[in-house]
């Protein structure tokens, strides 16, 4: 793969990276609150009902779920950054050849090219 190649796919991972980010933090502080009614402005007086506390509750497990999700993807970004500058980005991990450019424009963190992971999938 050519150097201006490699470079616009450093700009798209980093750019995915910075998005990565962006999210994770938005999702840390959902799934952080302590009372989501509090955080919205809710200083009304009224009991706390129950069914608010399970949808609060519901709410911050997505939230975890969904920044767990969020980091292991930032993990993929890292470490196809981390393939680039050890000069192995777009080499597949199953038999060692260029990963198709179209493969890498829409899974820019792939590691595998589609033959391979036809047929891994067909062995599942």
């Known amino acids: 793969m050519n150097k201006k190649k490699i ?10 990276k910075f998005d990565a980010l962006e999210r994770i933090d938005k999702l840390r502080e959902t799934a952080l609150e302590s009372n989501y009614r509090d955080s919205y402005g809710d200083h009304s007086g009224y ?25 292991k ?16 980005y777009g080499v597949c ?4 050849e260029q990963i198709d450019m179209k493969r890498l424009e829409i899974v820019p ?8 992971k036809v047929a891994e999938a067909r062995r599942r």
């Open 47 to 71: 009991a706390y009902h129950m069914a608010d506390q399970g949808t609060d509750a519901m709410e911050r497990e997505k939230a975890f779920l969904f920044l767990s999700r969020e980091e």
């Open 73 to 88: 993807y930032l993990q993929q970004i890292d470490q196809a950054i981390q393939r680039i500058d050890l000069n192995e």
């Open 109 to 116: 963190t792939t590691r595998i090219c589609v033959p391979c």
């Open 7 to 16: 470079e616009y796919f450093r700009k798209v991972l980093n750019e995915k």
């Open 93 to 96: 991990r199953v038999c060692e």
